[in-house]
């Protein structure tokens, strides 16, 4: 009797101090995934193009969430004709120690004949210029995701499409 008896609390000891201790492993693993959320860059970064023709006008504007390390791609097509790509940009990122970010990317705009490729090194916030040549040049922007920065940024754009709206009524 007492071997069984020591057995059953040694059983239950195990059964409930070892759901306790999974319990606070996950909960440790809750919280370490809600504050990486909330951690500057940890979405990944904005990455915002803005292509302007030989007077000066915008082309396009493709934005795309890109995460370090793994590719990313973005098509915009003419809405007559989905069948045409008007603007196709794909974007490798690559977060380097300095804080700095390398950007790879393929450009295409099959409409202007152009295609482009390479790879520049940014301050993260800061615009960067880019002469693709053909009369075209790109301003290049990459935000981390989620900031301060990518908030002003979101903000401004709101408050800029809102003032186009009001202007055009």
Known sequence: MKRTRAVAIVL????FGGS?????????RAIDRHLAAEEEGSAGELVALELRGQGGEVVARPRLLAVPGRP????????EHPDL?????????ALEVSGDLAVEYELELPGEALASRGRVTITPGVEHALELGEGLSATLLALPVPSPAFDAYLAAEREARHVAIRDRT
Not at 20 to 28: D, F, H, I
Not at 85 to 93: E, K, W
Request: net charge positive.
């Open 20 to 28: 306790s201790a999974e319990v606070a492993v996950q909960a440790k």
């Open 12 to 15: 239950f000891a195990f059964l």
């Open 85 to 93: 790509v008007r603007v196709a940009l794909r974007v490798q990122t």
């Open 72 to 79: 990313a791609q973005l098509e915009l097509r003419v809405p």
